[in-house]
């Protein structure tokens, strides 16, 4: 697959929103339904998403986000 830089640069800036929250009404973040039930997916650009899980870090305790699949909507889904 080849890079795109703008797409590249967009989903970083994606990752670091979803650090700061990952539910800014600005991600669009939703739970998945069907055979992704309990997974989230979260915009980042107009035909890009990223599907994640939220796990809780049973060392630190602390929420998590785990990364899953990035691409466009088809790709992902």
Known sequence: MQRNPVL?????KTLL??????FAPSLMTHRLKGQY???RACSCGYD???I?????NQQT???????????THDEVY
């Open 61 to 71: 305790n602390e929420e998590e986000i785990v990364l899953l699949n990035i691409g």
């Open 52 to 56: 994640f899980s939220l796990e809780k």
């Open 37 to 39: 039930e309990g997974l």
């Open 8 to 12: 590249q640069k967009q989903v970083e």
């Open 17 to 22: 929103k979803m650090q700061e929250d990952v």
């Open 48 to 50: 890009c998403r990223i």
